[in-house]
């Protein structure tokens, strides 16, 4: 017989949970990015253990791996690539969208943005924004909202590492494209995901990017940066 459950977690599992910030300290070390080397994030070593622990943290198997303890191949990409060309963000209301760590919110910051809302439904990604941010010395407005559909006059919109499910992936394009449709600059981090709507979009830049092999096929990634066509 399992652990007991009691409120969706295991009895006898630590209530870090109540507490994600020191989940995120013990579980991960603050370093600097592969290819942005500007910002530094609390990352963890490896996949797996972190991926056991939040799930025992949570009380729930089968979840999807803490994107937020990782700097996956989109998101260095679209950081690095608002670093080279500031112009996209400087004083510029900007939203960073599915944020995990906050890395291109914090990138954004400090291309001189004028404000950077971080959005993520994850609670630990919410948690690790406010933390990284902070350790950059950047001020991030993290929220939990689900804010595909929404349009709260964001100048810039940038989005990494989207297109992994085909449902999801089709509902934020739309969402996307009509944002861009009606003057927002969109830009979009991608590694050549299955769902990456390629004949919508067009390239501005590409990069190598370094990446863990326990999450990705490879050492380093192709990665490219979009824009709706």
Sequence with gaps: MGPRVRHGRPEGVSRAISDPNAFIRAETRLRPVPLVPEVSLHMADEAVPIWHRTEEELGELGLPPPFWAFAWAGGQALARHVLDHPETVRGKRVLDFAS??????????????????????????????????????????????????????????????????????????????????RGA?????????????????????????????????????????????
């Excluded at 590409?206 to 490879?218: A, F, G, H, N």
């Design 100 to 181: 995990g760590s906050g890395l291109v919110g914090i990138a954004a910051m400090k291309a001189g943005a004028t404000s950077v809302t971080c959005a993520d439904i994850d609670p630990f990604a919410v948690a690790a924004i406010a933390l990284n941010g902070a350790a950059n010395g950047v001020a991030l407005a993290p929220t939990q909202d689900d804010l595909i559909g929404r349009d709260d006059g964001w100048d810039t919109v940038l989005a990494g590492d989207i297109a992994y499910e085909r449902n999801l992936a089709e509902k934020v394009f739309a969402w996307l494209l009509a944002l861009a449709g």
């Design 185 to 229: 600059t969109v830009l979009i981090g991608d590694p050549g995901r299955t769902y990456l709507p390629k004949d919508r979009l067009t390239k501005l830049a590409e990069y190598s990017v370094p990446v863990t092999r326990e999450l990705e096929d490879m050492e380093i990634k192709r990665t490219a940066v979009w824009r709706p066509a």
